[in-house]
């Protein structure tokens, strides 16, 4: 194969001038950033088109299986940096736009994110197609091609204000768009019998379209396709009405349609029946379903050979209607039995639950998937039939249909032949608690697969210092072989490594100082600790924790101004559902604390808060590269993972963190000594809400917090509405469901810790550098492989 990927910096620059005249219609005097970002990327993009070729070719050419992951969300972020990152092309892009006189960082900063998810899932799922697209794992991402990603975030007087996010107004370089690849989707209508067959009769339809986007792997040595379907109405008008002048009413089917991929829905933990949201689901695994067996069919395979080709894996249980859909696909419209097309769909399906929290778990009302899919609604009724009749052993509280709702988790879990978690905890939390009668039934079914992160993006992307010197420390490689990182180990007894390790992060503590200042307008000490939480804002997550304990070191700090303090930055970041209330006075309040304190001028520079606004995957890649601290303080048995914190961690920040997720493993690879664990275990937790006054007793033993809640309650920092935190803090007093004030005093003696550690560089520095060195086993490419090993059974092609 010729040298596709190894451009020289004249002839990528060549490449890029030639898109800049022909694609974008400028010349290089008058171009944008805009224009020079779009003919960089499409300059990149044709580079990825071969391998692209070559990997389906060879997929096709040696019959092999394919996976295939299925998710509402993929959380992608920034495309081009990452593209020139496996393409082996940063530096030769750079070097190519310095020589236009172009700056390459302004150029992959104008870029918008691709926010098509919420949060972790979302994140994991952009994480595991780069990581198939690096290990040679054959597969396609199934997703929406949302019009509007999440919202976007702005405060006003310190309150969240949500915006659209609008990310397609601007040309997407990255897609193709797939006219030919288009299938009917229908809704609603009835089901008829014709010859003993159940026949459905949609109501209404609306056709998917295809946009591909390719992943490329790292080194350019495969690539897998992105798909992402876009509703467009099946007629474009209602013709008859249109001819009557009634033109409104006309153009309802594209109304229709268009609404279905519209927009991401933005809760990530409370699920509501909504119909819309039930659609997309559909919307989402229908069209998938539908192009899997085409492609196996259009093979020349049978359909009963499905599993030996096809492995479909559900990202949670939103596309669990795939069970049924393709039963459906194989009894409906091919003709199969359904004792035949029941085996083959669970041996070809997998679920991976994302949460154990219960207002989270999907369950549709049966009224309302009977309205909106009601030969599914039946199919479903039959497999839950069908398990009963297998497994008469089964208690009668537990099922598929119950109460007049079905529980998607159990229908995914019936219907897969593979049921992960993605902690060790987590998957021992769900044999336990979620799952303990499904367990019993089909022993082995539950498996774990601890979640990873992708370290081109999150280690070699993200943070260039770090890589650097990691490479002139142990050589190339690590990027793909994770493991390799331990070479590091012996290097942190040396003062000079730890030297240039502390060196590389003050070097991105610099960089997010200056960015806090040009657009936070706050000035912070880049050598104070930068202390860092961001993820979704939800209780259980417990921010409050966190800035209760910076008031009490606001507070202590005031009383006693001699002391000796190490400096801190408070960092802030995340989004709450825009229903979800006591997540958005959480944020208003952090703002509120916020301005008090970074004002007191008897504090200055050893105490600032800074919450920047609208967090997203290119704000965390530069907060995360510049953290110290790293705050995983979920109420014990809540968070299911986390990703987010293994991200820290690779990047030597050091967590303070609750044993929940995988917080319990990322403690075992790093060594307890260089943890800084606090807090409730999950079993402790369940006791001690036994104790309906398990909060008040907690306040009561601590004066600090009394303190606290005393000073929010009196107004201290709302002082123009002194009532505002009053629920907030009457809450705290009478309830406090996730613990934080049981939580607080053990919260309080780990910070106090984490300050010992840091006044002692020497100690700081080789506990940072021992957590990047022994992160490894937290690369996606790991996870990837037990999915392939454990799950798929299927192997790289590379
Ligand atoms: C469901 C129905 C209707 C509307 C929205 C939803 C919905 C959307 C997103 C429900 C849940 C989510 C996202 C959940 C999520 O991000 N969970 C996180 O998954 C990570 C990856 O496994 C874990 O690391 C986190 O612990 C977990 O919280």
Not at 87 to 114: H, I, K, W, Y
Not at 320 to 330: D, H, S, W
Not at 562 to 590: C, M, N, S, W
Request: contains cysteine; charged residues 25%; hydrophobic residues 40%.
């Amino acid at each position: 194969m010729k040298d596709i990927t190894a451009p020289t910096v004249e002839a990528l620059r060549d490449d890029i001038l030639r898109h800049l005249t022909y694609t974008m219609g400028k010349d290089a005097d008058h171009a944008s950033v805009y224009d020079w970002r779009m003919a960089l990327s499409f300059a990149l993009r044709d580079r990825i088109v071969e391998p692209w070729f070559a990997a389906t070719r060879q997929t096709w050419d040696q019959g092999r299986k394919r996976v295939y992951y299925l998710s509402m969300e993929f959380l992608i972020g920034r495309v081009l940096e990452d593209a020139a990152i496996n393409l082996g092309l940063r530096a030769t892009c750079r070097d190519a736009m310095t020589s236009l006189g172009v700056d390459f960082r302004a150029v992959v900063e104008d870029e918008p994110d691709a926010a098509l998810g919420n949060g972790g899932l979302g994140r994991l799922a952009a994480c595991y197609m780069e990581s198939m697209a690096s290990l040679g794992c054959a597969g396609y991402g199934y997703g929406i091609r949302y019009e509007h990603g999440l919202f976007r975030q702005r405060f006003e007087g310190g309150r969240q204000v949500e915006t659209p996010e609008d990310w397609l107004k601007q040309r997407h370089p990255w897609e193709f768009e797939r006219p030919e690849a288009a299938y009917e989707i229908g809704f609603k209508g009835t089901v008829e019998k014709r010859d003993g067959k159940s026949v459905w009769v949609p109501g209404e339809t609306v056709m998917a379209e295809a946009f591909d986007m390719p992943v490329i792997g790292w080194k350019g040595k495969w690539a897998n396709t992105l798909r992402l379907w876009s509703a467009t109405p099946t007629t474009l008008f209602d013709l008859a009405r249109f001819n009557h002048g009634d033109y409104a009413a006309a153009a309802e089917p594209e109304a229709l349609a268009r609404t279905l991929s519209r927009v991401l829905y933005p809760d990530d933990t409370t699920y509501q029946g909504k119909e819309l949201r039930l659609k997309q689901e559909y919307f989402l695994t229908a069209a998938a379903l539908h192009d899997i067996i085409r492609r196996h069919v259009s093979g020349g395979y049978a359909l009963k050979d499905l599993p030996d080709h096809v492995a479909i894996q559900m990202n949670d249980t939103h596309p669990a209607i795939a069970g049924p859909e393709l039963v459906r696909i194989l009894v409906d419209l091919n003709g199969m039995s359904f004792e035949d097309a029941i085996e083959i769909t669970v041996k070809c399906l997998g679920y991976t639950n994302h949460t154990l929290l219960p207002e989270a778990l999907e369950r549709w009302a049966t009224y309302l998937m009977g309205s909106v899919l009601p030969r599914h609604m039946q199919i479903i009724e039959q497999i839950d039939a069908w398990h009963l009749k297998n497994n008469p052993a089964r208690p009668h509280y537990v099922g598929v249909v119950k109460h007049h709702e079905v529980r998607m988790g159990e229908l995914a879990f019936v219907t897969a032949h593979k049921v992960n978690g993605v902690s060790a905890l987590h998957s021992e939390l769900i044999k336990q608690n979620l799952f303990p009668e499904l367990d019993k039934l089909h022993p082995g079914r539950i498996i774990n697969q601890t979640n990873g992160v992708t370290p081109r993006r999150w280690l070699r992307m993200a943070n260039p210092a770090l890589s650097r010197l990691i490479t002139e420390t142990i050589g190339t490689g690590w990027e793909a072989d994770l493991d390799r990182l331990r070479d590091l180990e012996p290097h942190v007894d040396d003062p000079g490594f730890r030297t240039d390790f502390a060196a590389a992060k003050r070097q991105n503590k610099d960089a997010l100082a200056n960015w806090f200042l040009e657009t936070q307008g706050v000035k912070v000490d880049p050598a104070a600790i930068f202390d860092v939480q961001v993820k979704r804002i939800h209780e259980y997550k417990r921010q409050l924790l966190n800035i209760l304990q910076t008031i009490a070191e606001w507070h202590e700090m005031r009383n006693n101004p001699q002391a000796d303090y190490q400096p801190r930055v408070k960092i802030f970041g995340g989004k709450a559902a825009p229903g979800y209330h006591t997540a958005k006075e959480i944020i208003r309040l952090i703002n509120d604390v916020a301005s008090v304190v970074n004002a007191d001028p008897l504090t200055g520079d050893r105490l600032k808060i800074v919450y920047p606004a609208n967090y997203n995957v290119s704000m965390a890649e530069r907060l995360i590269p510049a953290a110290d601290l790293s705050e995983q303080i979920s109420t014990a048995g809540k968070e299911a993972s986390g990703t987010g914190n293994m991200k820290f961690a690779l990047n030597g920040a050091l967590t303070i963190g609750t044993l929940d997720g995988a917080n319990v493993e990322i403690r075992q690879e790093v060594g307890a000594e260089n943890f800084f664990l606090f807090g409730l275990t999950a079993p402790e937790v369940m006791e001690r809400r036994k104790d309906p006054e398990h909060a008040r007793h907690a306040i009561l033993a601590s004066q600090p917090l009394q303190d606290v809640l005393q000073m929010i309650a009196e107004g201290r920092f709302s002082p123009e509405e002194p009532e505002r935190y009053h629920g907030l803090v009457h809450n705290m007093w009478h309830s406090d469901y996730f613990l934080v004030a049981s939580d607080f005093e053990a919260y309080r003696s780990a910070q106090a810790q984490v300050d010992r550690a840091f006044a002692d560089p020497d100690r700081w520095w080789r506990m940072a550098a021992l957590n990047t060195a022994r992160m490894g086993f937290f690369s996606s490419d790991r996870a990837i492989r037990g999915y392939m090993a454990e799950i798929w059974e299927t192997e790289s092609a590379l």
